[in-house]
């Protein structure tokens, strides 16, 4: 059957660059390792699964370069080992414990399942995680995009050689990590503001996402709406999330993700357990902490302690049924474009990747029963990547794309505002300094300490950048570890710029540094020098 319309997924992987080699046991280091077991292996073999069964997945992913460092990173490869070890020796323990209770015993298989399989899949790929995802791009059935150097909000970097370094590090990132040129860009959080154009054009990206209303505001209002991709005067191509099909499946509230058969996010057994039964899998500080095995559902509108037992068979009925109600949608949706406009709309659907089994277990399942249904019912869709779309489309009309994010209010508001306003004016003063020093020494022949400094007082600048930490004091979560990150790398910038110009640089500092923060190993702190003008 002919298709009458097209959906683009694309799936953003990302998180913070958290490396602590100095600690045997970090406990924000829990978030890459809840994210490995939970989301990214998950969605690594439900891919591989489909393309075994002959069906092309035809979602795009993009994949951070600081979650990318993470992948990579041989010290938390070793603790992920131990992570999932440790988890499979408490499994073992709830097995025995709930053995005459067999709704609890059918979730702890489970989860025994769970982090079998993540274990079977890194040992399968030695450990990196990076292999399989550059198989399945290299045989057309995903596509990777890249997003910025540590994911900063770019409109709210003042200077223009600031957005050059975050947008150029990402494309030298990409090019080292997956041996081609990245074709797309995703901007963090969606947020746009013109000046972007001539960095991402000159570091060769071919598109990007905007919000909706960066299309819709735009000032010659679209035809075709958010249904089309668009053109930049200077040649970039945009995609435009559409917020109807985003919201089914994103939203807690309104969306799939709430329904009161899936699993409870936030009861889990590290609170509920005894304590001395758990302490053995505790953070060294002792203090109770999620530990992944969560035995609840949603169940509605209770408290914690009101929620029900969780079932999977029912969770999995839940998610085929969903799937089913979302392509149905899509489905109506497509033909009224269709109808209305004359044109084979492309519905672009952007989430987060970590939605998909670590916040919303049932993602991935979900996912995979959407990309089934359609090659098992012969539907009118078909799942295309962004450069696909782009190579069968005509020429995209132009557009001029507004100031905007996906973030609460359709701005910068989470980003900027009085709970994390006071990061700014140090983040911004060590990225004047960083530049002014970069222009002083570009041409300089520099013993090779000097250009160590300062290429890690440049990894230092843009991990300050990074909208992590700025949106951790904003919601309250981690506050003190975002604004000490913060204070961290800007504190490390200043120190080892100072440095380089007293020409007193402490060797030991630095390689500590060095080894902590040792992401963009080929970075060149020229990145962040000014644009000649002749």
């Given at each position: 059957?002919?298709?009458?319309?097209?959906?683009?997924?694309?799936?953003?992987?990302?998180?913070?660059?958290?490396?602590?080699?100095?600690?045997?046991?970090?406990?924000?280091?829990?978030?890459?390792?809840?994210?490995?077991?939970?989301?990214?292996?998950?969605?690594?073999?439900?891919?591989?699964?489909?393309?075994?069964?002959?069906?092309?997945?035809?979602?795009?992913?993009?994949?951070?370069?600081?979650?990318?460092?993470?992948?990579?990173?041989?010290?938390?490869?070793?603790?992920?080992?131990?992570?999932?070890?440790?988890?499979?020796?408490?499994?073992?323990?709830?097995?025995?414990?709930?053995?005459?209770?067999?709704?609890?015993?059918?979730?702890?298989?489970?989860?025994?399942?769970?982090?079998?399989?993540?274990?079977?899949?890194?040992?399968?790929?030695?450990?990196?995680?990076?292999?399989?995802?550059?198989?399945?791009?290299?045989?057309?059935?995903?596509?990777?995009?890249?997003?910025?150097?540590?994911?900063?909000?770019?409109?709210?970097?003042?200077?223009?050689?600031?957005?050059?370094?975050?947008?150029?590090?990402?494309?030298?990132?990409?090019?080292?990590?997956?041996?081609?040129?990245?074709?797309?860009?995703?901007?963090?959080?969606?947020?746009?503001?013109?000046?972007?154009?001539?960095?991402?054009?000159?570091?060769?990206?071919?598109?990007?996402?905007?919000?909706?209303?960066?299309?819709?505001?735009?000032?010659?209002?679209?035809?075709?709406?958010?249904?089309?991709?668009?053109?930049?005067?200077?040649?970039?191509?945009?995609?435009?999330?559409?917020?109807?099909?985003?919201?089914?499946?994103?939203?807690?509230?309104?969306?799939?993700?709430?329904?009161?058969?899936?699993?409870?996010?936030?009861?889990?057994?590290?609170?509920?357990?005894?304590?001395?039964?758990?302490?053995?899998?505790?953070?060294?500080?002792?203090?109770?902490?999620?530990?992944?095995?969560?035995?609840?559902?949603?169940?509605?509108?209770?408290?914690?302690?009101?929620?029900?037992?969780?079932?999977?068979?029912?969770?999995?009925?839940?998610?085929?049924?969903?799937?089913?109600?979302?392509?149905?949608?899509?489905?109506?949706q497509v033909e009224e474009i269709h109808s209305s406009k004359g044109i084979k709309p492309v519905i672009v659907g952007c989430y987060d990747a970590e939605l998909f089994g670590h916040w919303w277990f049932e993602g991935p399942t979900f996912l995979e029963c959407v990309l089934r249904k359609i090659r098992q019912d012969r539907l009118p869709l078909q799942f295309v990547t962004p450069s696909e779309y782009l190579n069968s489309a005509q020429e995209p009309p132009e557009l001029n794309p507004q100031i905007?994010?996906?973030?609460?209010?359709?701005?910068?508001?989470?980003?900027?505002?009085?709970?994390?306003?006071?990061?700014?004016?140090?983040?911004?003063?060590?990225?004047?300094?960083?530049?002014?020093?970069?222009?002083?020494?570009?041409?300089?022949?520099?013993?090779?300490?000097?250009?160590?400094?300062?290429?890690?007082?440049?990894?230092?600048?843009?991990?300050?950048?990074?909208?992590?930490?700025?949106?951790?004091?904003?919601?309250?979560?981690?506050?003190?570890?975002?604004?000490?990150?913060?204070?961290?790398?800007?504190?490390?910038?200043?120190?080892?710029?100072?440095?380089?110009?007293?020409?007193?640089?402490?060797?030991?500092?630095?390689?500590?540094?060095?080894?902590?923060?040792?992401?963009?190993?080929?970075?060149?702190?020229?990145?962040?020098?000014?644009?000649?003008?002749?």
């Amino acid at each position: 059957m002919s298709s009458k319309g097209s959906l683009l997924f694309l799936l953003h992987a990302h998180l913070p660059y958290v490396n602590h080699p100095e600690h045997a046991d970090f406990l924000e280091e829990n978030w890459f390792f809840e994210g490995v077991v939970e989301t990214y292996i998950p969605l690594i073999s439900m891919l591989e699964s489909l393309v075994k069964d002959g069906i092309r997945p035809g979602i795009a992913v993009s994949i951070s370069p600081t979650l990318g460092a993470m992948l990579e990173n041989e010290t938390l490869e070793g603790k992920l080992a131990r992570y999932i070890k440790t988890r499979l020796e408490l499994i073992d323990k709830e097995l025995v414990r709930v053995e005459n209770d067999p709704a609890l015993l059918k979730i702890v298989r489970l989860y025994a399942r769970l982090y079998e399989e993540a274990a079977g899949i890194i040992h399968t790929y030695s450990g990196d995680l990076i292999t399989p995802l550059k198989q399945l791009q290299h045989a057309g059935h995903i596509e990777i995009l890249t997003t910025s150097a540590t994911h900063s909000i770019l409109p709210l970097l003042a200077r223009p050689e600031a957005l050059r370094a975050q947008v150029a590090a990402a494309a030298d990132d990409y090019m080292d990590r997956f041996n081609t040129k990245a074709a797309g860009f995703w901007l963090p959080e969606c947020a746009y503001d013109p000046r972007l154009q001539t960095w991402l054009k000159l570091s060769g990206f071919e598109y990007i996402f905007t919000e909706s209303h960066a299309v819709e505001f735009s000032e010659a209002a679209p035809r075709n709406g958010v249904y089309s991709a668009y053109r930049t005067p200077n040649g970039i191509n945009v995609f435009a999330r559409d917020a109807e099909s985003s919201k089914e499946v994103w939203s807690a509230k309104f969306g799939y993700p709430g329904d009161p058969a899936y699993r409870e996010f936030y009861r889990d057994l590290g609170y509920d357990a005894d304590y001395d039964y758990i302490k053995p899998y505790l953070s060294e500080d002792g203090k109770r902490r999620p530990l992944g095995l969560k035995y609840h559902r949603i169940t509605g509108d209770v408290d914690l302690a009101g929620k029900l037992i969780y079932d999977p068979d029912e969770a999995q009925r839940a998610a085929e049924r969903h799937a089913a109600d979302f392509l149905e949608r899509r489905m109506r949706q497509v033909e009224e474009i269709h109808s209305s406009k004359g044109i084979k709309p492309v519905i672009v659907g952007c989430y987060d990747a970590e939605l998909f089994g670590h916040w919303w277990f049932e993602g991935p399942t979900f996912l995979e029963c959407v990309l089934r249904k359609i090659r098992q019912d012969r539907l009118p869709l078909q799942f295309v990547t962004p450069s696909e779309y782009l190579n069968s489309a005509q020429e995209p009309p132009e557009l001029n794309p507004q100031i905007s994010s996906w973030g609460e209010k359709g701005y910068f508001d989470p980003w900027l505002n009085e709970k994390n306003d006071f990061v700014y004016p140090e983040v911004l003063a060590v990225t004047d300094k960083m530049i002014e020093t970069a222009n002083r020494f570009r041409n300089h022949d520099l013993s090779l300490l000097a250009a160590r400094a300062l290429n890690q007082a440049a990894r230092e600048v843009l991990l300050a950048q990074s909208s992590d930490w700025p949106f951790l004091l904003y919601i309250g979560s981690h506050a003190q570890y975002a604004a000490a990150r913060v204070e961290g790398h800007v504190a490390g910038a200043a120190r080892l710029l100072a440095e380089v110009l007293e020409k007193k640089i402490d060797e030991k500092a630095l390689a500590g540094l060095e080894k902590k923060n040792n992401i963009f190993p080929r970075l060149d702190f020229r990145l962040f020098a000014s644009v000649s003008k002749f």
